[in-house]
């Protein structure tokens, strides 16, 4: 089993609409960065865990747990010209980009802030913490991950 991280915006889409879809379960799409993208279609398998992250946001932090429901297929969202994630070089026949699906795990009792993961000498490896990092997915360590919970 691995562990990531994901960054969503809460005004897009937040652990709450992630609770309320049905089986609270949903893919996740948009994603497009090749680094990124390639973490998601090479190495997210079913059953790994999530750290949800809130950003773009007034407190960005984790918010709950997810888990990987499905692993990696091709993001529909890239053929379809009128989505804004449109892609005109990924084809249905040879596609550029990936999602997975995501399932709520639970929320987090409180967000765990950015500020707080920065001032941690333990998560001194994490690629959140790390300046110029802008990935939406990255990994998380088995011991960064029990540490980040641990602050809850």
């Known amino acids: 089993m691995r562990y990531w991280l994901m960054k969503t915006e809460p005004g897009e889409f937040g652990i709450d609409d992630l609770a309320a879809r049905p089986g609270q379960t949903e893919h996740w799409d948009g994603?497009?960065?090749y680094q990124a993208r390639n973490m998601m279609r090479d190495e997210m398998k079913e059953g790994d865990g999530v750290l949800?992250?809130?950003?773009?946001?007034?407190?960005?932090?984790v918010v709950?747990?997810?888990e990987i429901a499905r692993e990696a297929y091709p993001d529909f969202t890239a053929f379809d010209p009128d989505d804004k994630h449109y892609d005109p070089a990924s084809k249905?026949?040879?596609?550029?980009?990936?999602?997975?699906?995501?399932?709520?795990?639970?929320?987090?009792?409180?967000?765990?802030a950015l500020s707080e993961l920065r001032d941690r000498p333990e998560l001194a490896?994490?690629?959140?913490?790390?300046?110029?990092n802008r990935l939406s997915v990255?990994?998380?360590?088995p011991d960064q991950w029990n540490f980040i919970l641990s602050l809850e």
């Open 125 to 132: 490896g994490l690629a959140l913490v790390r300046k110029g």
């Open 31 to 33: 994603v497009r960065n």
């Open 52 to 61: 949800f992250y809130h950003s773009n946001c007034d407190v960005p932090g």
């Open 64 to 66: 709950g747990i997810a």
């Open 138 to 141: 990255m990994p998380v360590s």
């Open 92 to 112: 249905p026949e040879d596609p550029r980009w990936f999602m997975v699906d995501v399932r709520f795990v639970r929320k987090l009792r409180r967000t765990i």
